[in-house]
């Protein structure tokens, strides 16, 4: 047998799965097919290449394009006129992107993790583990007694609307236009459409967002959407809600995109825009693996059927992240390729998904870990609400962005902490106290007996634990 365990995908399930089993005395290969334009291996996934890590780069230089432009003279500092190089902007996204594919790169090095670089796929059980045969400019084929499939998700197009991306674009095409568009069409008001369309719209597109459901990030606490959507309206975003589209033409060879559609209302309208971006959902990439030999099936929808260990239906077979039920999120799979190697080596690990935290990395920030409070209501459940805005913060007044607030929830009875939620500054980084809150299974008051630096943006996160008792102190 060449190795004792196989991961196919070296996104950040895969890879931080391999490491992991290597740091545990395993013998791990670890098998991806990204590369870059010339050719080299790029792991990461869609994580580090056309997804979380270049789309945080753009947000970032984006968002200083804009506070440049707009944001400056509050602060007693003038400029001059603000020009615009889209081509650096790009060239540093690159940069980033490669940065950590060659990380990874060096951490499988590190920790003895044989990294193959190609196509895989299953070619036969045997009587000891699977085989996997890798396609690309060194072809080979592997053996392995235990095989953790992570070979994440792919965009889901509109019916009948391919990608492009030139004009039609997935996330990968919206991080790469090699010039800004005049008007920019995104059908999906999800995660990934909000954060493209802030980067676009500061760069100065006229942005629609065309979104199906009636609701704004239903997934959401309710308050937060509405003040989230208060905020995007503002900022300049054209979102409309309730949208029912019927048809979409791109132009034969260039010219705009056109779409048909109905509002709200049930009136037919009309868009033209330069660029169209796609974003709404994503599928398993379970395609072409050779399942079939080793006797997995999808389900209609692509997903690999997992128990609550992540074990599939064939022994020694295993699979993570945005392949199987669940979130789809890089930091969720990160955990079940942890958990999963540590259950080969005989330990007894646990991911509880009430205490994975989400984020879009919009301005504001929007965050949240647990229950919302539509869902507490829904289930019947007796609790307290605690609301803290930054506007009452002196860290943020310092900053200038005192948009937002703090909301905790928490047991009538206990005062367990069932869920937080942060729309404003730095709400990615502040959600992660309410996570260790809620895994330790922390009260609203060890939150509010906690001392918190001053002054700081995690001063609301105390003040909104003691108003789910009535006790702010600075508001």
């Given at each position: 047998?060449?190795?004792?365990?196989?991961?196919?995908?070296?996104?950040?399930?895969?890879?931080?799965?391999?490491?992991?089993?290597?740091?545990?005395?395993?013998?791990?290969?670890?098998?991806?097919?990204?590369?870059?334009?010339?050719?080299?291996?790029?792991?990461?996934?869609?994580?580090?290449?056309?997804?979380?890590?270049?789309?945080?780069?753009?947000?970032?230089?984006?968002?200083?394009?804009?506070?440049?432009?707009?944001?400056?003279?509050?602060?007693?500092?003038?400029?001059?006129?603000?020009?615009?190089?889209?081509?650096?902007?790009?060239?540093?996204?690159?940069?980033?992107?490669?940065?950590?594919?060659?990380?990874?790169?060096?951490?499988?090095?590190?920790?003895?993790?044989?990294?193959?670089?190609?196509?895989?796929?299953?070619?036969?059980?045997?009587?000891?583990?699977?085989e996997v045969a890798v396609g690309g400019a060194e072809p080979v084929t592997l053996?392995?007694?235990?095989?953790?499939?992570?070979?994440?998700?792919r965009p889901r197009a509109l019916p009948g609307v391919d990608f492009d991306e030139?004009?039609?674009?997935?996330?990968?095409?919206?991080?790469?236009?090699?010039?800004?568009?005049?008007?920019?069409?995104?059908?999906?008001?999800?995660?990934?459409?909000?954060?493209?369309?802030?980067?676009?719209?500061?760069?100065?597109?006229?942005?629609?967002?065309?979104?199906?459901?009636?609701?704004?990030?239903?997934?959401?606490?309710?308050?937060?959407?509405?003040?989230?959507?208060?905020?995007?309206?503002?900022?300049?975003?054209?979102?409309?809600?309730?949208?029912?589209?019927?048809?979409?033409?791109?132009?034969?060879?260039?010219?705009?995109?056109?779409?048909?559609?109905?509002?709200?209302?049930?009136?037919?309208?009309?868009?033209?825009?330069?660029?169209?971006?796609?974003?709404?959902?994503?599928?398993?990439?379970?395609?072409?693996?050779?399942?079939?030999?080793?006797?997995?099936?999808?389900?209609?929808?692509?997903?690999?059927?997992?128990?609550?260990?992540?074990?599939?239906?064939?022994?020694?077979?295993?699979?993570?992240?945005?392949?199987?039920?669940?979130?789809?999120?890089?930091?969720?799979?990160?955990?079940?390729?942890?958990?999963?190697?540590?259950?080969?080596?005989?330990?007894?690990?646990?991911?509880?998904?009430?205490?994975?935290?989400?984020?879009?990395?919009?301005?504001?920030?929007?965050?949240?870990?647990?229950?919302?409070?539509?869902?507490?209501?829904?289930?019947?459940?007796?609790?307290?609400?605690?609301?803290?805005?930054?506007?009452?913060n002196g860290r943020a007044r310092a900053l200038g962005d005192t948009t937002g607030?703090?909301?905790?929830?928490?047991?009538?009875?206990?005062?367990?902490?069932?869920?937080?939620?942060?729309?404003?500054?730095?709400?990615?980084?502040?959600?992660?106290?309410?996570?260790?809150?809620?895994?330790?299974?922390?009260?609203?008051?060890?939150?509010?007996?906690?001392?918190?630096?001053?002054?700081?943006?995690?001063?609301?996160?105390?003040?909104?634990?003691?108003?789910?008792?009535?006790?702010?102190?600075?508001?």
């Amino acid at each position: 047998m060449d190795h004792d365990l196989i991961v196919i995908g070296a996104g950040p399930g895969g890879y931080i799965a391999a490491i992991r089993a290597a740091q545990l005395g395993m013998s791990v290969a670890c098998i991806d097919e990204w590369s870059r334009a010339n050719g080299a291996p790029a792991p990461g996934g869609t994580c580090t290449n056309v997804g979380c890590i270049p789309s945080k780069a753009m947000l970032q230089s984006s968002e200083h394009y804009e506070h440049v432009g707009h944001g400056m003279a509050e602060h007693g500092i003038e400029v001059g006129s603000v020009k615009l190089d889209l081509e650096r902007m790009l060239a540093r996204k690159r940069k980033v992107v490669e940065q950590n594919n060659d990380g990874i790169l060096y951490l499988f090095k590190k920790n003895k993790v044989r990294f193959v670089h190609g196509h895989a796929a299953f070619t036969a059980r045997t009587d000891s583990g699977f085989e996997v045969a890798v396609g690309g400019a060194e072809p080979v084929t592997l053996r392995a007694r235990q095989v953790i499939i992570a070979t994440g998700s792919r965009p889901r197009a509109l019916p009948g609307v391919d990608f492009d991306e030139q004009r039609v674009l997935s996330n990968s095409g919206a991080l790469a236009l090699s010039k800004v568009p005049e008007r920019m069409g995104i059908i999906g008001a999800g995660v990934i459409g909000l954060e493209m369309g802030s980067v676009w719209r500061r760069l100065g597109a006229k942005v629609t967002v065309l979104e199906a459901l009636p609701e704004f990030l239903g997934a959401a606490d309710a308050q937060v959407a509405k003040e989230a959507l208060k905020q995007f309206t503002r900022q300049g975003l054209d979102i409309q809600l309730g949208v029912k589209i019927t048809e979409v033409k791109p132009a034969a060879r260039s010219g705009p995109v056109r779409l048909l559609y109905t509002d709200s209302k049930g009136a037919e309208q009309k868009l033209e825009v330069d660029a169209l971006m796609v974003s709404i959902g994503r599928l398993p990439h379970t395609e072409g693996l050779g399942l079939d030999k080793v006797g997995l099936k999808p389900d209609e929808r692509g997903f690999l059927a997992v128990d609550a260990d992540c074990r599939t239906e064939v022994p020694g077979i295993w699979a993570i992240g945005d392949v199987v039920r669940g979130p789809m999120l890089a930091h969720k799979a990160e955990e079940e390729g942890v958990a999963v190697a540590e259950r080969l080596a005989g330990q007894k690990p646990h991911v509880d998904f009430n205490t994975v935290p989400w984020v879009i990395y919009t301005s504001p920030e929007i965050a949240w870990v647990g229950q919302t409070e539509q869902a507490l209501k829904a289930a019947g459940r007796a609790y307290k609400v605690g609301s803290f805005p930054f506007l009452a913060n002196g860290r943020a007044r310092a900053l200038g962005d005192t948009t937002g607030f703090v909301k905790l929830l928490s047991d009538a009875a206990s005062d367990a902490i069932l869920g937080v939620h942060i729309i404003g500054p730095l709400a990615s980084e502040l959600i992660a106290e309410a996570a260790v809150a809620m895994e330790f299974k922390a009260s609203a008051e060890d939150i509010a007996r906690i001392c918190h630096a001053h002054p700081t943006l995690s001063e609301a996160m105390k003040e909104a634990a003691l108003a789910s008792d009535s006790r702010a102190l600075n508001f």
